[in-house]
């Protein structure tokens, strides 16, 4: 049983800030990548940014220099710090966990989504 759960999202306006988070709880035995992704209205689901265990990160090209991703092992969270917002930066986002386990390999989780809204 793996859940996560996030938060942070809502509205701002353009060149504005949010921090939305993202907490796992559950049988975690060793978490590898985690991330986000988004999906705006009518798109497909997008790589927003990842982070490994090593601290090592990609990042989209729309959002590098804007957002910065970041993970603390201890509370198994993983957060998204967005600045400069756009309104094409709109969309839902989805957290992201890759779980590895001895007897199964890896395993993929997914948040439940939060909105985030940039709009004058």
């Known amino acids: 049983q793996v859940q996560l759960v996030e938060s942070g999202g809502g509205l701002v306006q353009p060149g504005g800030s949010l921090k939305l988070s993202c907490a796992a709880s559950?049988?975690?035995?060793?978490?590898?990548?985690m991330g986000w992704y988004r999906q705006a209205p009518g798109n497909q689901r997008e790589l927003v940014t990842t982070?490994?265990?090593?601290?090592?990160?990609v990042y989209a090209d729309s959002v590098k220099g804007r957002f910065t991703i970041s993970r603390d092992n201890a509370k198994n969270t993983v957060y998204l710090q967005m600045n400069s917002l756009k309104p094409e930066d709109t969309a839902v986002y989805y957290c992201y966990i890759r779980v590895f386990r001895p007897l199964t390999g890896w395993n993929d989780y997914w948040g439940q989504g939060t909105q985030v809204t940039v709009s004058s």
């Open positions: 982070i490994t265990s090593g601290v090592n990160t």
């Open positions: 559950g049988r975690l035995f060793n978490i590898g990548v």
